[in-house]
């Protein structure tokens, strides 16, 4: 199948910078809250938040989230922090940054990517389709459909608000995506395949975290 992305353009960048990285940690969402990352780690029996520095691993604070759960992306907003679960449509929300939980809300279908764009939460689930939410009550307040060129563009995953674009890194791929929250068009690609070498590719499974700091203007991933 021919790769819609193959014709998008394709933005320079220069790796500055590699920090450690708890590897048990299954990464599905990584944000900036004010200088400290706020982390969500998925899987069953296994779902934590984490609330940490940039350069050191250990968490300041961590929260096991129940059981049933599978955590996925998170969004800092507004001063709390809202959190998606894959399949057992919950949200919930918490203070920041001391990560006390607030109150659960029901949403319909699968969580997977969240972010802010100041004034709505954007969430995506999977498909081509983002949708924009009332962080009061989850409420739908808008969808966008994204595509590359003329395709549809699936598999959109954790998702960040970065200077009017909404960025999204493709599962399953090595890209990351800026898209137009006007049109839903992608406009331009980040290719990361070469951040790892053949023996850190081996051990590792999908890139699965984008977080931007502003204040220094950059980009981090991690999976």
Known sequence: RADPLAAIPELPFTVEKRLPHDRTRFTQGIAF?????VESGGGYRESRLVLRRLDEPRPLRSVDLPRGWFAEGIAPHQGRLFLLTWREGVAQSFSLPQLEPGPTIAYPGEGWGLTSDGSQ???SDGSHVLTWRNPQDFAVTRHLAVHAGSTALT???DLEWI???IVANVWLSDYVVGID???GCVSWKLSLQDLLDGRERRKADVLN?????PDAQRLWVTG
């Open 163 to 165: 200077n009017g674009w």
């Open 181 to 183: 929250p006007a049109s």
């Open 209 to 213: 975290g984008v977080a931007w700091e």
């Open 155 to 157: 598999r959109l995953n």
């Open 33 to 37: 809250t004010g200088d400290l990352l």
């Open 121 to 123: 939460l954007i969430q």
